[in-house]
């Protein structure tokens, strides 16, 4: 990647970390996706899950994040690009917002598998 120095590097990284402030101010669904992250990145270590297991939490709270993030940046390129409504773009934006409620919905069952599982096993050890 010749010719781009470390300012080019920052300058990407900031206009990342702007797009993740806004979408997280104007976005309602982040204040469900966001404590949930803490919560299952919080009860991973606590409840002792291996490398493997924590790692797999990890990728499935990036990618339900990741996919809130495109949604979000579909929305508003629809709305900039064709702001009044029209039945295909509903239909797309529909189809991104599935989009994350499957993705939502795998990583919720992958944490209830992972951290299910290990709150059983330290329950079923105290007994």
Not at 34 to 40: C, G, N, Y
Not at 53 to 76: D, G, K, Q, R, S
Not at 113 to 127: M, N, S, T, V
């Amino acid at each position: 990647m010749r010719g781009q120095g470390l300012r080019s590097w920052i300058a990407k990284f900031g206009h990342a970390l702007r797009g993740c402030r806004f979408a997280v101010a104007s976005q309602g669904s982040f204040w469900v996706h966001l404590p949930m992250a803490v919560a299952v990145l919080v009860l991973g270590p606590l409840l002792g899950v291996s490398l493997l297991a924590y790692c797999i939490l990890i990728l499935c709270v990036a990618v339900v994040i990741m996919a809130e993030l495109l949604n979000t940046a579909i929305e508003i390129l629809a709305a900039r690009l064709h702001p009044q409504h029209d039945e295909a773009i509903g239909r797309a934006l529909d189809v991104a917002a599935a989009a994350v409620l499957v993705v939502a919905v795998g990583a919720a069952f992958v944490g209830v598998i992972i951290l299910g599982g290990a709150a059983w096993q330290q329950l079923a050890g105290e007994l």
